[in-house]
């Protein structure tokens, strides 16, 4: 079942959209030849009814309803699902370990998923890229996985680390497996009780882009429509 508090989430989270609004400017607006994948089809855009607003107006409050949903399944995990909790603490903590520099973590919502480096120009590479130096960060490490390992048994140090890492069981495993379904049923129920109650906010949604970002895209257009040589009648076409 999803929160009692879904509603008064979901409210506090548009609220918080509605702050950010105003920051947006097209200029602002990144251009990606990347398809998003939190955007494309989902079912947040089209309960705020945001599907004609630019990618950025959308992806903020994509960003935010996500954070919602996985706070809310990070919390129940903890209180409901105590192995799968345990799996987790493990496999973040030897993630970390694995990479220490991560340039995609702890952005502000409108920038989360997007890349953080921005599209290559042609001829002109780029000296470093912020990805390039995490890739360079990372240490090697055997992957934390609930598939049974072979580490080499004449490898004293790695054999030691095999085994405090794969401290589950075969029927613990079976559990770890059952947890992440209950934790996947529960993100797909306060997702769909966050999009109803996003649906309630639609109009004070709608009213805030039509105030905000509608005459910004109306300016911009009007802006590029001056700089065109249109012609005067359609006589000129013959000259």
Not at 11 to 36: E, G, I, K, Q
Not at 76 to 92: I, M
Not at 180 to 204: F, K, N, P, S, T
């Amino acid at each position: 079942m999803p929160p009692l508090d879904v509603d008064a989430r979901v409210a506090s989270v548009v609220d918080s959209w509605l702050v950010w609004l105003p920051r947006w400017t097209p200029s602002l607006a990144r251009r990606t030849a990347r398809v998003c994948r939190k955007c494309f089809g989902s079912p947040v855009v089209a309960a705020a009814g945001l599907e004609e607003a630019p990618h950025k107006v959308q992806h903020a409050l994509v960003s935010r309803i996500h954070a919602l949903v996985d706070a809310d399944v990070a919390a129940y995990t903890a209180s409901e699902l105590p192995l799968l909790q345990d799996w987790l603490n493990r496999s973040e903590a030897e993630r970390r370990a694995e990479r220490a520099y991560r340039p995609e973590e702890g952005l502000d919502h409108e920038f989360e998923g997007l890349g953080v480096d921005p599209e290559p120009v042609e001829g002109a590479p780029y000296l470093f890229t912020l990805a390039g130096l995490s890739e360079e960060s990372t240490v090697e490490t055997a992957p934390t996985d609930i598939v049974e390992e072979h580490p080499d048994p004449d490898d004293e140090e790695e054999h030691a680390r095999h085994h405090e890492r794969e401290a589950l069981t075969a029927l613990e495993k079976e559990q770890v497996k059952q947890q992440i379904e209950v934790a996947d049923q529960r993100a797909m129920a306060v997702g769909r009780a966050a999009c109803m109650a996003l649906a309630g906010h639609r109009a004070r949604i709608t009213e805030a882009v039509a105030l905000i970002v509608t005459p910004q895209i109306d300016a911009l257009m009007d802006e590029l429509t001056a700089g065109l040589d249109v012609p005067d009648s359609p006589s000129d076409f013959l000259r």
